[in-house]
């Protein structure tokens, strides 16, 4: 799969200030983390949104400087404070640390899950 950068930067431009190459770079990290390209029960036409969500999630964290939940925020003098990640033993939480990784994370739920069971009729 390749990073169509310019529709990215259209969808996400609150990332005008990171360079092509940190976003590219973003692109391969999420590539890794999802294991979406080679995933065959994920629609060719969701894996791009999918992919945008995740780089968004490690923009988002990267321009932070912290993985935490933010506590605060001023904007006078600037002051942010973030705190300790939460964890509830999901794996969610990390996903959680942002609009996009939330997104992304309810996105890829039904992929996520195991199978349905049905048990079969008996047989006469």
Not at 13 to 27: I, K, R, Y
Not at 64 to 75: D, I, K, P
Request: charged share 15%; aromatic share 12%.
């Amino acid at each position: 799969m390749t990073f169509d950068l310019a529709k990215f930067r259209s969808i996400y431009p609150q990332f005008a200030d990171l360079a092509d190459a940190q976003l590219e770079f973003m692109w391969q990290n999420a590539l890794i983390i999802s294991g979406i390209e080679s995933d065959s029960r994920i629609p060719a036409a969701q894996k791009e949104n999918l992919l945008f969500m995740l780089v968004c999630h490690l923009a988002t964290l990267a321009t932070r400087g912290a993985t935490g939940a933010m506590l605060s925020a001023q904007q006078g003098d600037v002051h942010i404070a973030f705190g300790q990640m939460q964890t509830t033993g999901g794996d969610g939480d990390w996903y959680n640390l942002t609009p996009c990784g939330a997104a992304y994370w309810q996105a890829i739920k039904g992929y996520r899950l195991g199978g349905l069971y049905f048990p079969g009729s008996k047989r006469l």
